[in-house]
């Protein structure tokens, strides 16, 4: 089944990162983007993840974006990232609680916290491919690599 979004613009945000400086939708603009969603900080397939995001500098060598978000604060995400090393971006989706994981389709209410969903968003803004897996499921890398175009 296609995700609702794929074809369309990618919903606007403005979200803080793991340092307080604010990034949105429009500071992408011009670069592709790989939005990812987890569910909880610390948790181990998020911080798996985090840990093979963080090591797979091939991802970005082209110019793309890698922005990972959650519903943890802030602090939280600063913590995750110290303790992991991780110099990317970490979204805190905070507050108003789950609003941006909302707007993309991925947030689970009765939970409070995003699925574990995957958005590439092309130069334009535009949602050109979206990957959900169970929460339980860590992602391939090698499914972010075909996206970005990068050789195997």
């Known amino acids: 089944m296609i995700h609702p979004l794929v ?6 945000f403005t979200l803080s990162d793991q340092d307080g ?8 603009r011009g670069s592709e983007a790989l939005i ?3 569910p909880f900080a610390f948790s ?3 911080t798996y993840e985090l840990e093979q ?4 500098s091939d991802l970005t060598a082209g110019g793309a974006r890698i922005l990972i978000v959650n519903c943890d604060s802030t602090y939280v995400n600063q913590e995750w990232a110290y303790q992991n090393k991780f110099e990317g971006t970490l979204l805190s989706d905070f507050w108003p609680h789950g609003a941006m994981s909302e707007s993309f ?6 939970l409070g916290r995003a699925k574990r969903g995957t958005f590439h968003i092309d130069a334009s803004g535009m949602v050109d491919w979206v990957l959900v897996n169970p929460t339980g499921d860590a992602r391939d890398l090698g499914e ?7 050789p195997a």
């Open 21 to 28: 400086v604010p990034v949105s939708l429009t500071d992408l």
């Open 36 to 38: 990812v969603f987890v």
């Open 7 to 12: 074809g369309h613009d990618a919903p606007d």
């Open 53 to 56: 995001l963080r090591d797979a």
């Open 105 to 110: 389709g991925v947030f689970d209410e009765e």
């Open 44 to 46: 181990p397939v998020c």
């Open 144 to 150: 972010y690599r075909k996206v970005l175009g990068v």
